[in-house]
């Protein structure tokens, strides 16, 4: 018989002061930083009673670190609770409950602190750290996107969706850190399950304004908005060229795009790059706008239909192998068109083509949050279950400024998920030694990310 694949153990509770997660110092280090504690405890004072012992900020925080960690419910604050030595003094379950509900209970007033308090935070960490990579007139990319979120059980507003699930619909504002990082979260609006992507304008917009006061104010004038055609609609293109932005959104391929497809010469057609500025193969990019049929390009020109200026480029690729024809694919072409505003040199039709085909990192960004517990909202409420959110959001902004803030910017852990970043680094074990009046956490030697764990600490204590 062969012999255990395992050494054999004795577990043995209680005798070593163990401290598990912690890698967690380095989320705490970013709360300091940010300065979120700070201006957090100042936003939410109002809902603080003379004689509370848990500041609401702090729960707010403590909750959001769990997510961070991989908790998936308020319930997980316990983990934190029995680690004085690293979290502090950490409230209770019922005491965290009720706080979440008087500040669920303050509505849009509450909401609005928080969100006041994120942008403060987010403008501290920018200007020790900007997080965006380097692009082509240093341009901040929001992007919105909508995506389903599954409701096991009756809750408020939930209802069936268009997946033919049952949940709901929020829609997601996210600015994007380019190829050297990873995303932050701008704005989380919770909506009902049946809303649509593409139902109308209002939702975008009040979304789209929101996400543009979450970014510091010296970055608001250089934002690119993506979307994919939910967000094509005329009052909201109408709504950007307003506010002086840029815009990259997904366009329909409808009979006028068709008829313009079939005009434009072979010549037009250029060849599209990848993501590293190579040649794609079988894949071509052309702009339609001059090539539109006369009525459809004057309606382009006119105020009270499509914004002045506005561009119509088409993208058309070979389907890969075992792929099938959509009908509004061309000649065994599959088509696809998106609508910008962005002129001027340096703009080439495949660059403008790549960067709005980069808005698919917004995907990767929504699954993050969906791992960091944005799929499963715990309360029965419908503005409990904003609240939770807003603090997904906190969560997922505490992992990027970690990141931001703790890493140079070709480090490899700046692109990291979540998933991958509590494996190596968040949930080292670790043990806590009292020397003379210090307290330190001792860090196995052998963990096989360390230097990761050490450089990132050092650089987050010298900031």
Known sequence: MKGSWYPRLVVRRGHESLVSSSGAVLLREAVRLSGLDAVLSDALAPWRSDRALHDPAKVLVDEAMVLALGGDCMADLAVLRAQPGVFGTVASDATASRVLSALAAGGDEALSAIRDARVRARDRVWSQRRPLGSSLSGQVIVDVDATVVTAHSEKESAAPTYKRTFGFHPMCALVDHGEHGTGEPLVLTLRAGNASAAMGAADHIAVLDAALAQ????????????TDTGGCSKAFLHHITDARLQYSIGFGVSDPIRAAIATIPVQAWRAALNGDGEARDGAQVAELTAWMPTTTRD????????????????????????????????????????????????????????????????EDRIRSL??????????????????????????????????????????????????????????????????????????????????????AWTTLQTA
Not at 215 to 226: F, I
Not at 397 to 408: D, K, N, Y
């Open 215 to 226: 970014l510091p104010a010296t970055d608001r004038a250089q934002v690119l908005v993506r």
């Open 370 to 455: 969906k791992d960091t517990e944005m799929r499963n909202l715990p309360f029965h409420g419908f503005a409990h279950n904003q609240l939770w959110l807003e603090i997904v959001s906190l969560a997922a902004e505490l992992i990027a400024w970690t990141q931001t803030l703790g890493f140079h910017e070709h480090s490899p852990v700046r692109r990291w998920a979540p998933k991958k970043l509590r494996l190596r680094l968040f949930s080292v074990a670790g043990r806590i030694v009292h020397t003379g009046r210090r307290r330190r956490l001792h860090l196995p030697r052998d963990w096989p990310y360390l230097d990761l764990l050490d450089t």
């Open 299 to 362: 309606h382009l020109s006119g105020l009270n239909v499509w914004p002045v200026g506005m561009r119509i480029i088409a993208r058309r690729e070979r389907p890969h192998p075992g792929a099938q024809l959509r009908l509004t694919d061309e000649d065994g072409w599959r088509i696809t068109c998106f609508a910008t505003n962005t002129r001027g040199p340096g703009w080439t039709l495949p660059m403008l083509e790549v960067r709005h085909r980069q808005r698919a990192r917004a």
